[in-house]
């Protein structure tokens, strides 16, 4: 298995084809990822929502940088795929802050991130993205950016023209040296189609109940498919539905039996990498 970031890189890099689309069940701690990973992970995806959670802050760029760069180090040191890092919207209030913080992402072991706009001016992003890159070549490393745009997600814009505005910010944000553009919010197969038509980077879509297999998407042109924050949030559901049960009737034990056996998940956490 290759050891440096390099090389992780590479091989993360070499995962995005629609032939075979990267499928990233995204973790938000140690031990969701080293569950993930003994699945059949390719490689590690965080997700900024579950790790903001789990340390006890909203989503939403309030988490702090060391907070969250402490974290994918722990990741990355606890897994033996690539690790790909949700960093929200940088970690900045500008791009040079922004760079500040790709420096510590790639000193951290991971060879991609998530960037998003948000409701941000596009051109902030662009601004963002070029930071970025020029931080990963100072540092001689190699990182794969995945520019997320939220036009979809948020309900951005007029609806008859968001498509139209979707790819004129990822055209912008390829040339500032997006690796790949994210667009989550999206299920509609006519729609996807057209945008890895009309993107010429990995398109990455975000899945969810409702949304076309993996392989469905991989025919129509996307190269990565995501859950985002999906499988918190059902690990989060699990954890209130067994409470309520507990606390409502003083039972609740059957809701236990699909856990997972303690000696399977405390060997996952006790192997050395």
């Known amino acids: 298995m290759p050891t440096t970031q390099l090389d992780q890189a590479r091989l993360f890099r070499s995962l995005h084809t629609p032939t075979a689309p990267l499928a990233l069940a995204n973790a938000w701690d140690v031990a969701s990822a080293r569950v993930i990973e003994a699945a059949g992970a390719s490689a590690i995806a965080t997700t900024s929502a579950g790790v903001a959670w789990s340390l006890g802050a909203p989503d939403g760029d309030v988490l702090t940088r060391d907070a969250a760069l402490k974290l994918i180090a722990r990741i990355v040191a606890a897994v033996e795929v690539p690790v790909t890092a949700d960093i929200e919207g940088g ?7 922004v760079a500040d913080a790709i420096a510590g992402v790639i000193a951290a072991g991971a060879v991609g991130i998530n960037i998003e706009d948000g409701t941000r001016p596009p051109a902030e992003l662009a601004r963002r993205l070029d930071g970025a890159r020029q931080a990963t070549d100072r540092a001689g490393a190699d990182l794969f950016v995945n520019a997320r745009i939220d036009t979809f997600l948020l309900g951005l814009g007029d609806p008859d023209t968001r498509l139209k505005e979707t790819l004129a910010r ?9 690796d790949g553009v994210f667009v989550p919010g999206v299920t509609d197969t006519a729609t996807i189609a057209t945008l890895a038509g009309e993107i010429f980077v990995p398109l990455n879509i975000m899945a969810g109940p409702g949304a076309p297999a993996v392989a469905e998407l991989g025919a129509i042109g996307v190269a990565r498919v995501s859950l985002g924050s999906g499988v918190a949030q059902a690990a989060y559901a699990a954890a209130r539905r067994t409470a309520q ?11 236990l039996a699909d856990g997972i056996d303690f000696p399977e998940l405390n060997a996952l ?5």
């Open 170 to 178: 990822a055209h912008m944000y390829v040339d500032a040296g997006a």
């Open 245 to 255: 049960e507990l606390f409502g009737t003083g039972g609740g034990y059957d809701s």
């Open 91 to 97: 970690f900045g209030s500008d791009a040079a802050e």
């Open 269 to 273: 956490l006790s192997r050395s990498r």
